[in-house]
């Protein structure tokens, strides 16, 4: 089944060591989302590549970097992890055509729930 | 910015019963999507409705949009149980650029 994947589920990381999280989706959608998501809160983004170009939101921390090497793969890395950072992270692709002003639905991964210690 | 707000923050049922939760939002939508979150687990998508649409069924779920009200609500019939989950609805702006989830609804249905 086409889906979407992340990994870890869970990590763990040290305050201040970096960390990386990844995505990976056989859907062949063009656009890749990253989300943060706190306990009880609405999912936040924090940036989307549209193909190879690659957004970023306004109030997302420069700590946040995300890379795109190819159409299934997609990569957050955390510089530098602090305590505010620990959260879920999702994330989605869609097959969105922004030029054409047609938005669909995202389909989601299962989120790589981290702990920064 | 344009943000979609949920309406109830919390709602408990038993099951058989029918729940609804509602939806407002700012400005003008190119589309209103809702989207269910089981606790811990990634979101599904439930139902996208076009700003030209009123309404949109899908099985036990149905949804409705007033844009002159800039609301929508999304009515699940029949609850189970395992409906227990977080509802979030997301809108998408007139330009098709901005996607903003809700804060969502928890909803606990009761067996």
């Known amino acids: 089944d086409a889906m979407v994947i992340q990994n870890p589920r869970y990590q763990v990381t040290q305050f201040g060591k970096p960390v990386t999280l990844s995505c990976s989706q056989t859907l062949n959608h063009n656009v890749m989302y990253w989300y943060q998501q706190k306990s009880s809160q609405a999912p936040k983004l924090l940036f989307h590549?549209?193909?190879?170009?690659?957004?970023n939101e306004a109030d997302t921390p420069d700590n946040f970097q995300s890379r795109r090497p190819n159409t299934s793969f997609c990569f957050l890395d955390i510089r530098s992890p602090g305590l505010g950072d620990a959260a879920m992270y999702l994330c989605?692709?869609?097959?969105?055509?922004?030029?054409?002003?047609?938005?669909?639905?995202?389909?989601f991964g299962p989120g790589t729930r981290l702990t920064v210690t | 910015s344009q943000q979609g707000e949920e309406d109830p923050q919390a709602l408990s049922i038993q099951e058989g019963e029918n729940a609804t939760m509602n939806c407002s939002y700012k400005?003008?939508?190119?589309?209103l999507q809702w989207y269910r979150q089981n606790s811990g687990r990634g979101l599904v998508h439930l139902i996208l409705?076009?700003?030209?649409?009123r309404e949109k069924h899908s099985g036990r779920l149905r949804v409705t949009l007033d844009t002159s009200k800039k609301s929508s609500s999304l009515l699940i019939t029949a609850s189970r149980a395992a409906d227990t989950a977080s509802y979030f609805c997301a809108t998408v702006d007139n330009y098709g650029q901005n996607f903003v989830f809700g804060p969502g609804t928890r909803l606990s249905v009761l067996p």
């Open positions: 989605a692709t869609s097959r969105d055509n922004f030029e054409g002003l047609k938005r669909y639905e995202q389909y």
């Open positions: 590549y549209y193909d190879k170009d690659f957004n």
């Open positions: 400005t003008s939508i190119n589309n």
């Open positions: 409705i076009r700003s030209n649409e």
